[in-house]
Nanobody
Framework: QLQASGGGLVQAGGSLRLSCTAS????MGWFRQAPGKEREFVAA????????YYSDSVKGRFTLSRDNAKNTMYLQMNSLKPEDTAVYYC??????????????????WGQGTLVTVSS
């Protein structure tokens, strides 16, 4: 039900925009998993788009938005760093329970899209 896209190879300091398409979803978010590391929270957004949340590691560099008319969520990633290299997963649920940073909050997951930032 979730389709993520937009990953690729970019140099440090560059930008990428990830997209995630999903229908009839409430709260949505992004997680990422770097090689050899656990999956971690990146950002989340409410259904209306008025509330957004970011991890400290991406705050100020990444911007999350959504267009409900297109059933699509966007993660604009600027000033990318090599440590941002990871597989990025979009996630969503149909009823938000207040724990946006936890994987258990989300019922649906996309297949992941690889972001590689070269130094």
């Amino acid at each position: 039900q979730l389709q993520a896209s937009g990953g690729g190879l970019v140099q440090a300091g560059g930008s990428l925009r990830l997209s995630c398409t999903a229908s009839s979803m409430s709260f949505m978010g992004w997680f990422r998993q770097a090689p050899g590391k656990e999956r971690e929270f990146v950002a989340a957004i409410s259904w209306s788009g008025r509330r957004t949340y970011y991890s400290d590691s991406v705050k100020g560099r990444f911007t999350l938005s959504r267009d409900n008319a297109k059933n699509t969520m966007y993660l604009q990633m600027n000033s990318l760093k090599p440590e941002d290299t990871a597989v990025y997963y979009c996630a969503a649920n149909t009823r938000y329970s207040g724990s946006y940073g936890y994987q258990a909050e989300y019922d649906y997951w996309g297949q992941g899209t690889l972001v590689t930032v070269s130094s």
